[in-house]
T-cell receptor, first 114, second 117 residues
Framework: KAGVTQTPRYLIKTRGQQVTLSCSPI?????VSWYQQTPGQGLQFLFE???????NKGNFPGRFSGRQFSNSRSEMNVSTLELGDSALYLC?????????????FGPGTRLTVL | AQKVTQAQTEISVVEKEDVTLDCVYE???????LFWYKQPPSGELVFLIR??????QNEISGRYSWNFQKSTSSFNFTITASQVVDSAVYFC??????????????FGQGTELSVKP
């Protein structure tokens, strides 16, 4: 089975712009979670989608949003980018049957905001 | 409150040494799962193990072993006869069964392991 894929792998944006990141889960997985990783804050949960519905949300401002499509692929959007949004954004997929299922991660998208 | 603490920020060992990475967690939930992930320089988090709160048996997988002790809220990870390829950042994570509508892993700050030849 192919693993979790994320596109693009690298992005450079300027402050005020918006960005969309994409995540394709492992085939058959219906849950996609997103995390932000920074040197200062570590790995933080953004949100989780299951069957096109957001089931859980972390403590991030409304500039961070996401969605999931019927094929379980997910996108994450960040509007009005700030310098502090520079981070590695990781998505993970799981079967979604239970909230504690093992999550398998993609390679991440490294976002740099100038 | 849920929290995972990995007190060791960096560990450096010489190849073939044994090394233990510590993980202490806090949760009020009685049903929870603990995980270890490895993050090599490429950035992808690689799943290593998942353990539920009702199973305190130690686990061994090749050179890797895990010691889960509920009494001390610890889930430590030992690499026996370390190799250069073990160099990476290792994360311990917690997932609670109740109050977690889905997909939320709480991570420790990570331990960067450097294995020198």
């Amino acid at each position: 089975k192919a693993g979790v894929t994320q596109t693009p792998r690298y992005l450079i944006k300027t402050r005020g712009q918006q960005v969309t990141l994409s995540c394709s889960p492992i085939s058959g997985h219906r849950s996609v979670s997103w995390y932000q990783q920074t040197p200062g804050q570590g790995l933080q949960f953004l949100f989780e989608y299951f069957s096109e519905t957001q089931r859980n949300k972390g403590n991030f401002p409304g500039r961070f949003s996401g969605r999931q499509f019927s094929n379980s692929r997910s996108e994450m959007n960040v509007s009005t980018l700030e310098l502090g949004d520079s981070a590695l954004y990781l998505c993970a997929s799981s079967s979604g049957a239970h909230s504690t299922d093992t999550q398998y991660f993609g390679p991440g998208t490294r976002l740099t905001v100038l | 409150a849920q929290k995972v603490t990995q007190a060791q920020t960096e560990i450096s060992v010489v190849e073939k040494e044994d090394v233990t990475l510590d993980c202490v967690y806090e949760t009020r939930d009685t049903t929870y799962y603990l995980f270890w992930y490895k993050q090599p320089p490429s950035g992808e988090l690689v799943f290593l193990i998942r353990r539920n709160s009702f199973d305190e048996q130690n686990e061994i997988s090749g050179r890797y072993s895990w010691n889960f002790q509920k009494s001390t809220s610890s889930f430590n990870f030992t690499i026996t006869a370390s190799q250069v390829v073990d160099s990476a950042v290792y994360f311990c994570a917690l997932s609670e069964a109740s109050g977690n509508q889905g997909g939320k892993l709480i991570f420790g700050q990570g331990t960067e392991l450097s294995v020198k030849p």
